[in-house]
């Protein structure tokens, strides 16, 4: 057990964190609400307010996104409890362990999304061309808006969410020979809160794009 929930002497795993877990080809987001001898108690996967439903014995597969790296395993269903108010699915101890290196920016996903930047120069609106919940690559801002290494305030305008709040830090510029820059940003404060926040929309959105690329697979073999 110790070997699969470790790495480099750190607990992988702990409660309440998120996991991404896969259902039929599908992932969806769940929590962990208990480590013991046996496995892991997540939350059961939902969609629109409706519980997914898994079998005793299923083999599923988890992901675990570290600031470095996504984590895959391989477990098993070893109990459900989908009755009371608080619904749990007993999962085996992660096995087949297997990790993909990231960018250093996180789990980036490319989207454009309205960003509220508060520089120094005035408040302006920009547009992401990616973004992770590490930090994020804006454009549109021209020479002499930003500087490389400055910090200001900005606001994530997530679509159908709140806004999430940051003080970002300008890490790159480039396109110094164009009238337009992209700025890659640091996220160097942010609440934890809304890191999940983020995390979570970020799940769901590979999710939909995972969707929409199987989709337009399929109509080309058509």
């Given amino acids: 057990m110790t070997e699969m929930l470790v790495k480099e002497g750190k607990m992988l795993f702990k409660r309440n964190q998120l996991l991404l877990m ?9 929590r962990v609400k208990g480590i013991n001898k046996e496995g892991l108690k997540v939350t059961p996967p939902f969609e629109k ?3 997914i439903r898994v079998k005793m014995g299923e083999k599923i597969r ?6 470095k790296s996504v984590c895959l395993f391989q477990t098993r269903v070893l109990d459900l409890n989908y009755q009371n108010e608080n619904p749990a699915i007993l999962l085996s101890i992660p096995q087949d362990f297997t990790e993909k290196t990231v960018t250093r920016g996180g ?3 490319q989207e454009k999304i309205n960003v509220r930047c508060f520089t120094p120069r005035g408040e302006a609106l920009k547009t992401s061309k990616d973004i992770s919940n590490r930090g994020i690559l804006l454009l549109g801002f021209h020479k002499g808006e930003i500087k490389e290494e400055e910090k200001f305030k900005l606001e994530i305008l997530l679509p159908e969410e709140e806004p999430i709040p940051a003080l970002g830090q300008v890490k790159r510029l480039t396109g110094q020979d164009k009238n337009e820059l992209a700025a ?3 996220f160097l404060i942010i609440t934890h809160k809304d890191r999940e926040r983020l995390t979570h929309w970020l799940f769901k959105l590979d999710r939909l794009q995972r969707r929409a690329k199987l989709a337009s697979s399929s109509k080309e073999t058509e």
């Fill in 22 to 30: 896969e259902v039929e080809g599908r992932n969806y987001p769940v």
């Fill in 49 to 51: 307010g409706n519980p």
């Fill in 107 to 109: 789990f980036r996903l």
């Fill in 184 to 186: 890659a940003i640091e």
């Fill in 62 to 67: 988890i992901r675990l996104l570290t600031n």
